[in-house]
């Protein structure tokens, strides 16, 4: 069955070491929206994070961010889905890095909220390339929804604070591991494999025409979902373990690669 809809990672994925789109990874993108297929973006980051890497390769669809928290339109802005966490939870989950000496990181109305600037929120800025507003104290009282939240830490640190996250708050959260060191935390109806599933049933698209590209834990749930699963040579071995197909690395071309292997060809 021809592949309709490609949903593609930013991070260690489309993007390589560089933090950059190879010309290549563009053309074949370009190729294939030429031939009706509908390719967008599927990244934890912000919407205004992954918004120049949508224009730099032409796309005008739905692009999913905050993990699937928000679907919203790269040329006219218009918000096809948004679901926030529960300001309640967002609170709690602040009270408890506040307890913890946890750094965190909170997003509302696509703004990124620090209690201060630390080498993580620099380290953020850097590979985002986004401002970065602290606030003090007033970070932990979570006046409004949270879009996403962020917690970094040391790769073993992540480990530990995803345990104590999932013993504390359960299924009442959705928490995942994205970089060795960040710990992503959405409402639990938020997550890449929903938000795809919901962009292809708005485009009229069967999972069995949906082709899905990532490397990391927070794009396990969007793998399970499509009909063509791709994991990229550099990722997780649980993500390869799920994952239907497999691909070159981010720094070898795989995404370019796999679009020319299963959608072009």
């Keep these: 069955m021809a592949i309709k809809l490609v949903a593609l990672d930013l991070d260690d994925t489309l993007l390589n070491s560089k933090l950059a789109v190879s010309p290549r990874a563009c053309e074949v993108i370009r190729q294939a929206v030429a031939q009706g297929?509908?390719?967008?973006?599927?990244?934890?980051?912000?919407?205004?994070?992954?918004?120049?890497?949508?224009?730099?390769?032409?796309?005008?669809?739905?692009?999913?961010?905050?993990?699937?928290?928000?679907i919203k339109s790269c040329l006219s802005g218009e918000v096809l889905l948004d679901q926030p966490i529960e300001r309640k939870l967002s609170q709690q989950v602040l009270a408890l890095c506040k307890e913890r000496g946890w750094y965190i990181q909170n997003y509302v109305?696509?703004?990124?909220?620090?209690?201060?600037?630390?080498?993580?929120?620099?380290?953020?800025s850097r590979l985002a390339a986004v401002p970065v507003t602290a606030v003090g104290d007033r970070l932990y009282d979570g006046e409004e929804s949270s879009n996403k939240m962020l917690i970094m830490s040391t790769p073993e640190g992540i480990l530990e604070i995803y345990d104590i996250c999932k013993a504390l708050f359960g299924n009442q959260l959705s928490i995942a591991i994205s970089k060795?060191?960040?710990?992503?935390?959405?409402?639990?109806?938020?997550?890449?494999?929903?938000?795809?599933?919901?962009l292809a049933d708005t485009l009229g698209i069967t999972k069995e025409e949906t082709m899905a590209v990532g490397d990391s834990g927070n794009d396990v749930d969007m793998l399970?979902?499509?009909?063509?699963?791709v994991a990229m040579g550099n990722a997780s071995a649980a993500v390869k373990a799920i994952a239907r197909l497999e691909t070159l690395a981010n720094d070898a071309d795989g995404v370019a690669e796999a679009i020319e292997k299963y959608v072009l060809a």
């Design 37 to 70: 297929v509908t390719v967008t973006i599927a990244t934890g980051r912000m919407y205004r994070s992954a918004l120049p890497y949508a224009r730099q390769l032409g796309l005008d669809v739905p692009i999913i961010t905050y993990n699937g928290a928000l």
């Design 109 to 124: 109305r696509d703004e990124l909220y620090v209690e201060k600037i630390n080498q993580y929120a620099e380290q953020y």
């Design 180 to 198: 060795p060191t960040y710990l992503e935390i959405t409402d639990p109806l938020a997550n890449k494999g929903r938000a795809l599933a919901f």
């Design 224 to 229: 399970k979902y499509a009909g063509w699963s």
